[in-house]
């Protein structure tokens, strides 16, 4: 099964996140093989990502570890224990903190600098942390759960690096699980948006300012497992099976 996909930023490479590897295509290539194989997980991967200079590739896994891997030597450079297994991680933008959810129902930021996790929050115990985004100028982060809410935070940058997480609001968005949350991108600025795709088989549209529920999208007939935004934010495209 492929759980997760991902393009690198120079749009030259498509990483495919699966059943404890992820593989490496060469997107202009019309060979099937892949150019390069990460091994290391021992469980599903269900999140991968690129940091911006494309120079390295973060992961999560049902193993219950985050890790980071140099691209060119498919080398596990770090490895951080969850303790439960990793549904979600995110990059924030400044490129230095990854931000991970796991089954147990933790989010925790993984300090790259410190090679430490500098902030760990639980929203509800026991309640997996299915999807997390962040918005594309670090301002706010969003966990979406098992039980259809949402917990959203304003990041503040503090005097150190860290980044603190203020409450913001709680969104009760779904009766169903939120199988993704997706915050809008900078395009779509200055009208910001949320994203939440459920086990209901809808995905609803929220404005981020006061999270009034803009549309409601109905035509799937299972659960919406994906979705993502146009460059400016007019179109969403989901995914349901």
């Known amino acids: 099964q492929v759980n997760r996909l991902e393009i690198t930023p120079d749009k030259r490479f498509l990483a495919a996140a699966g059943n404890s590897h992820i593989r490496l295509f060469d997107v202009n290539s019309n060979s099937p093989q892949p150019v390069i194989s990460y091994d290391s997980h021992t469980s599903n991967v269900m999140a991968?990502?690129?940091?911006?200079?494309?120079?390295?590739?973060?992961?999560?896994?049902?193993?219950?570890?985050?890790?980071?891997?140099?691209?060119?030597?498919?080398?596990?450079?770090?490895?951080?224990?969850?303790?439960?297994?990793?549904?979600t991680v995110v990059l924030h933008p400044n490129q230095k903190e990854?931000?991970?959810?796991?089954?147990?129902?933790?989010?925790?930021v993984w300090d790259l600098a410190a090679n430490s996790c500098s902030c760990?929050?639980?929203?509800?115990?026991?309640?997996?942390?299915?999807?997390?985004?962040?918005?594309?100028?670090?301002s706010m982060v969003v966990a979406a759960n098992n039980r259809g809410t949402c917990y959203v935070w304003r990041l503040l940058k503090g005097t150190q690096t860290i980044t603190s997480f203020e409450p913001l609001h709680k969104l009760q968005a779904h009766d169903?699980?939120?199988?993704?949350?997706?915050?809008?991108?900078?395009?779509?600025?200055?009208?910001?948006?949320?994203?939440?795709?459920?086990?209901?088989?809808?995905?609803?549209?929220?404005?981020?300012?006061?999270?009034?529920l803009e549309k409601t999208l109905?035509?799937?007939?299972?659960?919406?497992?994906?979705?993502v935004f146009s460059v400016d934010g007019a179109y969403l495209i989901t995914g349901a099976r």
């Open 48 to 87: 991968v990502g690129f940091h911006c200079d494309g120079n390295w590739m973060y992961s999560g896994s049902e193993d219950g570890t985050v890790r980071i891997w140099d691209l060119r030597t498919a080398t596990c450079q770090r490895e951080y224990e969850s303790r439960a297994a990793v549904n």
């Open 98 to 108: 990854l931000i991970s959810g796991d089954q147990n129902g933790n989010i925790r």
């Open 120 to 138: 760990e929050l639980v929203p509800e115990v026991d309640t997996a942390i299915r999807s997390l985004t962040v918005m594309w100028d670090g």
């Open 176 to 212: 169903g699980y939120i199988l993704k949350c997706l915050l809008s991108p900078e395009f779509c600025d200055p009208n910001r948006y949320l994203a939440t795709a459920s086990s209901d088989h809808t995905v609803k549209i929220w404005n981020v300012d006061g999270f009034k």
């Open 218 to 227: 109905v035509g799937h007939q299972r659960w919406v497992w994906d979705c």
